[in-house]
């Protein structure tokens, strides 16, 4: 005997296990980005490059008049400059100092930008600094929703994210009107987390989930039954928890009414 289907309910309480799981993925993204920055591998070869790239800047800051040498008997030195790159010459050690916009000509700020621009170590560096940024972005943003979107979901029988056990929701498969299988939450990671992570390098991974949440929100008001795109696509929905208990009971009575006659 087919289940009983179970109709659709209000569009809140999906919506709110919606900002719950997001709300969770934004902490713990920031949580994980901060411990991978941390790695001492990590920080040092970002510190590299990030060194050899203001070094080049403070060259042609020098060169355009943009900034100035002070050395290190300056009393400002270790106090107000104390976080400035040091170099050495023939006289010392010195930072360089950026002179104040008003003393600066139009002309020296657009041969300094030129300049930089046109430098290909310059260039190599920022790439790889902004390469380091997104593996960081990446892992954070895919290693936490992995946990919190796959791995919790797929190994509890009610498909519970934290985000639905709190707001007492149930994903269920739009067919078969009970839980939804492993390969549909394995196609709802794919298509809420993956799919999504290709355009970090383009996006910060925050704005991605306000995308998302932004697109979830206009389906679930447009539609009011609590339904995504990606539950249409994978042919699954939020059901109330109370909802889903009672129709596994009364499939259980009808299927032994069923059996006896």
Do not use: C
């Amino acid at each position: 005997m087919e289940n009983k289907k179970i109709e659709n309910i209000d569009y809140i309480p999906a919506f709110l296990s919606h900002i719950i799981d997001l709300s969770l993925i934004f902490l713990g993204y920031f949580l994980l980005f901060f411990l991978i920055s941390k790695i001492p591998n990590v920080s040092n070869l970002y510190s590299k490059h990030q060194i050899e790239a203001v070094s080049i800047q403070d060259k042609y800051k020098l060169e355009n008049n943009i900034g100035y040498k002070i050395y290190s008997d300056d009393k400002e030195y270790d106090g107000k400059y104390k976080d400035y790159l040091k170099h050495t010459d023939e006289i010392g050690e010195y930072k360089v100092i950026n002179y104040d916009s008003a003393n600066i000509s139009k002309e020296d700020a657009t041969n300094y930008q030129t300049e930089l621009n046109n430098d290909s170590n310059y260039r190599n560096e920022r790439f790889l600094l902004a390469l380091i940024e997104y593996e960081i972005r990446i892992i954070s943003f895919v290693g936490i929703s992995f946990i919190l979107i796959l791995i919790i979901p797929i190994f509890n029988k009610k498909r519970y994210t934290i985000g639905r056990l709190a707001s007492k929701t149930i994903l269920i498969s739009q067919k078969k009107q009970f839980a939804a299988s492993r390969w549909q939450i394995l196609g709802r990671f794919f298509l809420a987390i993956i799919v999504p992570s290709l355009l970090a390098i383009y996006l910060n991974p925050i704005l991605i989930l306000f995308i998302v949440l932004a697109i979830d929100v206009i389906t679930m008001l447009y539609k009011k039954n609590g339904r995504t795109i990606i539950d249409y696509l994978t042919k699954t929905k939020i059901i109330n928890g109370a909802s889903y208990i009672t129709n596994k009971i009364e499939t259980k009575q009808q299927n032994n009414l069923g059996g006896k006659q």
